[in-house]
């Protein structure tokens, strides 16, 4: 499986603020994703991240608010912009492709927006 | 349109006795169902995977999960339960067709008491 890291593990932010998450991994993916954990609840995808293009994002979920980058095949960025308390959540990356069926993840960023 | 459910939210058992956690699915074709379990202030860990063949699949930690088409159930199984396997526990699927987009069920919080 591969091996998955996110930066910053943990971060406490003002409200207004951008707050920007990297995601690692340790060789090359065709697809990343990133989710969205929000305390007690299940997982939801916000978008995924395409290598050389824009990412696709769910429903729900919009570039401004979420702007995504990906500029090689091990690397991702996922930025939360003008945050608010609502956004205070687990984010999650995970990767997928490569002829396997299963995504693995990443150990997530714990988000609290003040 | 793909979802899970997973109707439990609670699971407490004793160390050594059976465990279940189950999860029913809807998919319009053929479902790839994952099982995935997350301990506290972790990412999630892959568990174990259906894709096609014997309807009974093996995973980690001792964990399997047994397929039924008809039910459209995929509930986890564990014979002899540990402290250790307390944990969040999140069912989910997707489509045959789709890129790798993963449905999660709401997730099933296991106690094993001692």
């Known amino acids: 499986s591969a091996v998955i890291s996110q930066k910053p593990s943990r971060d406490i932010c003002q409200r207004g603020t951008s707050l920007t998450i990297q995601c690692q991994v340790d060789?090359?993916?065709?697809?990343m994703f990133w989710y969205r954990q929000q305390p007690g609840q299940s997982l939801t995808l916000i978008a995924t991240?395409?290598?050389?293009?824009?990412?696709?994002?769910e429903s729900g979920f919009v570039i401004d608010k979420f702007p995504i980058s990906r500029p090689n095949l091990t690397f991702s960025t996922l930025t939360v912009s003008n945050m608010s308390p609502e956004d205070s959540s687990i984010y999650l990356c995970?990767?997928?492709?490569?002829?396997?069926?299963?995504?693995?993840f990443g150990a997530g960023t714990r988000l609290s927006v003040l | 349109a793909q979802s899970v459910a997973q109707p439990e939210d609670q699971v407490n058992v004793a160390e050594g006795n059976p465990l279940t956690v189950k999860c029913t699915y809807s998919?319009?074709?053929?479902?790839?169902l994952f099982w995935y379990v997350q301990y506290p202030n972790r990412g999630l860990q892959f568990l174990l995977k259906?894709?096609?063949?014997?309807?009974l699949v093996k995973g980690s930690y001792g964990f399997e999960a047994e397929f039924n088409k008809s039910q459209t159930s995929f509930h986890l199984k564990k014979p002899s339960a540990l402290v250790s396997d307390s944990a969040l526990y999140f069912c989910?699927?997707?489509?045959?067709?789709?890129?790798?987009?993963?449905?999660f069920g709401a997730g099933t919080t296991v106690t094993v008491r001692a």
């Open positions: 991240a395409n290598q050389g293009s824009e990412a696709t994002y």
């Open positions: 995970s990767v997928g492709g490569n002829g396997k069926n299963i995504q693995y």
């Open positions: 989910a699927v997707r489509d045959k067709s789709n890129d790798y987009k993963l449905s």
């Open positions: 060789s090359q993916v065709t697809m």
């Open positions: 259906y894709i096609t063949g014997d309807n």
């Open positions: 998919v319009s074709g053929n479902p790839y």
